[in-house]
């Protein structure tokens, strides 16, 4: 068995249908960086991701593991930091094409250092957004104006009603519509 080259391998990731164009320019992005493979996913970050998983199997020592951006590839600062250690003890090299607007390579003692601190800054940064908008949302239920979401798989009812009507599987409309089937059956069921 011959062992292969090296490779720049990439990552890229949105959470909704709406950013199709964000993973686009992802893969674009990475491509242009060099990497011979993408692994690219349209999944939320708090759900697994499959694609991120077939990548970190895929790489192998001496290989880079690319992202545009560590919010396309981590949770959290722990869920970074994570993913850098493992990748570290199989002598793996991560690179953040865009990181405060730096290229970071963890292969170097300088970039080790920046996903660490930039990692953890905007895990900061993120509990501050997250804690104005606690704030803000206990201010307007206080003064009666606050409603909630909107269900967003309930603004598309009008559309799984029409496809349902001309025979479109559930599958097949929740494929079209970007939902999950069980989001389909649910408008479905409430319409009967």
Do not use: H
């Not at 990439?10 to 960086?33: I, P, V």
């Not at 959290?76 to 290229?103: F, H, K, P």
């Not at 704030?135 to 909107?150: F, P, Q, S, T, V």
């Not at 009008?158 to 001309?166: A, F, K, M, N, S």
């Amino acid at each position: 068995m011959t062992k292969r080259e090296p490779m720049l391998v990439g990552y890229a990731r949105t959470s909704t249908a709406e950013q199709e164009a964000g993973l686009a320019a992802q893969q674009r992005d990475l491509k242009a960086a060099g990497c011979e493979r993408v692994f690219a996913e349209r999944v939320s970050s708090v759900a697994k991701r499959d694609q991120l998983a077939a990548a970190l199997d895929f790489v192998r020592e001496g290989d880079v593991l690319m992202v545009t951006k560590p919010d396309r590839l981590a949770r959290s600062t722990a869920d970074l930091l994570s993913i850098v250690e493992t990748l570290e003890r199989q002598n793996i090299g991560l690179v953040v094409l865009s990181m405060g607007g730096q290229r970071v390579d963890t292969n170097t003692a300088t970039g080790k250092l920046m996903v660490t601190m930039l990692g953890a800054i905007a895990a900061f940064e993120r509990d501050l957004m997250l804690e104005r908008q606690r704030e803000g949302i206990a201010k307007a239920k206080a003064e009666g104006r606050y409603k909630g979401r909107a269900p967003t798989a309930r603004r598309q009812a009008d559309d799984v009603q029409r496809l349902r009507g001309e025979g479109v599987t559930p599958t097949e409309i929740a494929r079209q519509l970007g939902m999950s089937r069980m989001s389909v059956y649910r408008i479905v069921k409430e319409a009967a």
